[in-house]
């Protein structure tokens, strides 16, 4: 075990032995974007370090230091705030009443100027939160098709809505109007990707912006800054730099934030909630804890369980909401699966981010490795074993994955969302145990079944349909793809996302409505021949 440790703790090198492509100058930010002004700050900042260690004279090791971000106050997230009031204006300004087509040509002009950001973007994401270079590309690539087919779908959507409809004498034209200010807070663990899957759709559909980066991921999204302020209006997008408990109580308690964007726990969303005022105003998008559970029943082909268990528990070191966090096996192949799981386990490969078909890395949240000791030795304690040779081997920021067996509901890791590399295994007899545990579970976003029965499968379906929102036959959990709506019940999700969900999550339907006579339709016509409304048009995006 110990070599082992020698062996992970190697991977840590002096920054000379990293390839030159990969490594990273110091990023000390000192602007933050207000009103479409790129403003100073001269106060507190936040250092950022790197997952990834480097070892040090006296024989330790130490994170990487690799930028530092405003720690800005309440006073400039209340500028913020004043900044996304005024261009919003009550509905009237420049950004909510302009046409869906220039709104379009200002997202397409940010995707520009985004993509000459790529290489630093990338290079960020894999230095701040230690995602491997591959995956970093992935999350970079993946957002701007995000966000081209977000465009794509406002098309649509803005087609459908050319037209006026009639009905029982009145003519109306229904189209999809903002809603006002959105507060968008995104997660570490996707900071790029999850972050603009609600800031995008928010933005475009007319709303203006509060947008608070993640605390891990925050400097990836300073090159995007003047991007922002290029291609939008002026106080469409407002960054709100500092502690969220800082800053973001404030800005409910204002009562004049209208949809708050939030990915992350239940715990922080429920507080930012309950400090809104007006609780019937305010409009929320969360995507918050799970525990996703997979179902390995006795007619499971094994193999197949094994790969899509190990994509699924284990792709960014399992930090992800749509991860596998518990795993149900029939007790009669619980041994045979336990083995190949084990195996599979081992065979990883652990390295640093730029290193080549790397699967396992260093971890960002400084108190992770010590959390999830604590899980595995409360499993032990509670008679369960780390049935994987290498399993739970801690080496600095690095902790090496752990299949833990037989646990059962004392145990932390029966309840807890782990959000990290260890892989909780149940033996189960009777299908009601798994269908219990999900019935019971405060989380209900999807679970994966592994059978070859067709039946056993079509009576899983029925019952788990109405406890997650999202059921896996024979693959792991996951999120996309992104035309899929992803969503979940109980404590993991309010309101709906995909690419055409979240337009309508961040909009509501209006209508310009009046009786069909002679008189009217003259002024309706006029209106629509002599363009003068950005709403009532007949124009055809195509």
Not at 125 to 134: H, L, N, P, Q
Not at 472 to 496: H, L, M, W, Y
């Amino acid at each position: 075990m110990s070599d082992f440790k020698d062996q992970l703790q190697a991977m840590f090198v002096p920054e000379e032995q990293i390839p030159a492509e990969h490594r990273i100058e110091e990023i000390h930010q000192r602007e933050y974007l207000v009103n479409g002004e790129m403003r100073q700050w001269s106060g507190e900042v936040s250092e950022v370090y790197s997952p990834v260690m480097i070892p040090q004279a006296d024989g330790n090791y130490k994170r990487k230091l690799i930028g530092t971000y405003p720690v800005c106050t309440e006073t400039e997230a209340m500028e913020a705030m004043d900044a996304a009031l005024h261009a919003y204006d009550n509905g009237r300004g420049e950004w909510p009443t302009m046409s869906v087509a220039d709104r379009i040509k200002c997202m397409d002009k940010f995707v520009y100027k985004m993509i000459e950001q790529r290489t630093l973007i990338v290079k960020l994401i894999m230095w701040e939160i230690g995602k491997s270079y591959a995956d970093s590309i992935k999350e970079f690539d993946r957002t701007v098709e995000y966000i081209n087919a977000t465009i794509d779908g406002l098309k649509d959507i803005d087609r459908q809505s050319s037209r006026f409809e009639m009905a029982e004498g009145l003519v109306a034209q229904i189209r999809r109007s903002p809603l006002g200010v959105v507060l968008c807070m995104g997660p570490f663990n996707y900071p790029l990707n999850e972050t603009f899957t609600t800031l995008i759709p928010a933005l475009i559909m007319g709303n203006t912006i509060l947008f608070k980066p993640p605390k891990h991921g925050t400097l990836l999204h300073y090159p995007l800054l003047q991007a922002f302020k290029d291609a939008f209006p002026k106080g469409v997008v407002n960054t709100v730099y500092g502690r969220g408990a800082v800053v973001t109580p404030g800005l409910m308690a204002t009562g004049k934030i209208n949809v708050l964007a939030f990915i992350g726990s239940s715990k922080v969303a429920n507080d930012l909630k309950k400090r809104h005022p007006k609780v019937n105003r305010l409009r929320a998008v969360l995507s918050l804890d799970a525990k996703n559970a997979a179902i390995v029943t006795k007619h499971a082909d094994l193999k197949l369980a094994v790969s899509e268990c190990i994509l699924g528990a284990l792709s960014f070191n399992g930090q992800r909401c749509t991860a596998i966090k518990m795993i149900f096996v029939h007790k009669k192949v619980a041994d045979e699966f336990l083995k190949l799981l084990s195996a599979a386990v081992d065979a990883m490969k652990p390295g640093l981010p730029w290193e080549k078909d790397v699967k396992l890395t260093p971890l960002p949240e400084p108190h992770k490795p010590d959390y999830l000791k604590e899980c595995i030795d409360d499993a032990i304690a509670n008679g369960a074993k780390v049935m994987n040779e290498h399993g739970g081997v801690t080496a600095e920021s690095f902790v090496f994955p752990a299949v833990v067996y037989p646990v059962n509901e004392k145990m932390k890791l029966y309840r807890e969302e782990q959000f990290g590399p260890v892989i909780p295994v149940v033996p189960f007899e009777d299908i009601e145990e798994p269908i219990k545990y999900q019935i019971d579970s405060p989380h209900g976003m999807q679970v994966s079944i592994f059978s070859n029965d067709a039946k056993e499968i079509s009576s899983l379906i029925d019952p788990f349909v109405n406890l997650v929102s999202r059921v896996n036959i024979n693959s792991q959990c996951q999120r996309g793809p992104d035309v899929f709506p992803f969503t979940g019940r109980k404590d993991s999700a309010e309101g709906t996302l995909s690419v055409h969900d979240a337009l309508r999550s961040f909009s509501i339907r209006s209508l310009v409505a009046t009786k069909m006579n002679d008189t009217n339709k003259q002024l309706i016509n006029e209106i629509v021949n002599d363009n003068d409304s950005n709403f009532l048009s007949t124009k055809y995006i195509l």
